[in-house]
């Protein structure tokens, strides 16, 4: 499986560039489609038989279907149980794919954020500060199924040593600012992915699946009223002005309250004063 974001993708370094209906937006979709493309041939040349591409930006409804690799199949579309790794709870996905991902909120990266884009300021996992991609491998952990690749700017790769030092890492940018980065050319970048996936590919064994546990689960806010609004959802708490905590008994189910506290905070969010 691959898992689609498109904060991380090849070129893409300002807000406009992956928010839907933006001009940029529509000039850099065939380019992020060209990462998947580029992660789904080097599977296949690393002896895969069938992959599935789970589109995790936004709407989930990003990537061009009629330029991707005719090999694959396309998960595409909004409220999915599991969202960014959708279908990994049917147990017989063998190696899962991080493309496009990018560095957690209130850590420097390009478009670095954990869910919503700005008011979020951390989300903390047993005390350490999660990316999308440290939640997403906690999740996918418990279905038995490991990371094989990760793409993103710099820092994403250094990120990813924390939650899957064996996968193959590709920069597609280095950072600079949260806006900006050297970037590399889509030609470029899609062969350095192809490689790497190949090499991913081998990695691509189920395993035990990691034995649940209670995970605390702790997000912060930039604004005092988010954290309250977050206290919505049963088993969230507020412990300060801007912070909420909850425990779960497993990532799946920590994941599922991560998306509904999301949800609430998103539509209380003001517009001038957040």
Known sequence: MISADMEGATGVTWPADCLPGRPEWQRLRPVFTSDVNAAIAGFFDGGADQVIVNEA???????????????????????KELGM???????????IAFVGYHCAAGAEGVLAHTYLGSCITGVFVDGVRASEGLLNSLVVAEYGTPVVLVTGDDLTCVDALQYAP????????????????????????AADIRSAAARGAVLAARHEPA?????????????????????????????????????????????????ALTTLVSNAVEEWYG
Not at 85 to 95: F, K, N, P, S, T
Not at 219 to 246: K, S
């Open 166 to 189: 064996q996968a193959p890492a590709v920069a597609v940018k280095d950072h600079v600012s949260r806006h900006a980065a050297i970037c590399r050319t889509p030609a470029r970048t």
């Open 57 to 79: 930006h936004m709407t989930m409804r990003n990537l061009l279907i009629e330029q991707l690799d005719d090999r694959a199949e396309l998960l595409t579309g909004r409220h």
């Open 85 to 95: 790794v959708e279908g990994v709870q049917r147990g017989d996905i063998d190696g």
């Open 211 to 259: 034995p649940p546990r209670d995970r605390v689960i702790e997000v912060e806010f930039d604004a005092e009223q988010l954290a309250g609004a977050a206290t919505f959802v049963p088993g969230v708490e507020q412990t300060g002005p801007r912070r909420v905590a909850y425990t779960a008994p497993t990532m799946y189910e920590g994941i599922r309250c991560f998306k």
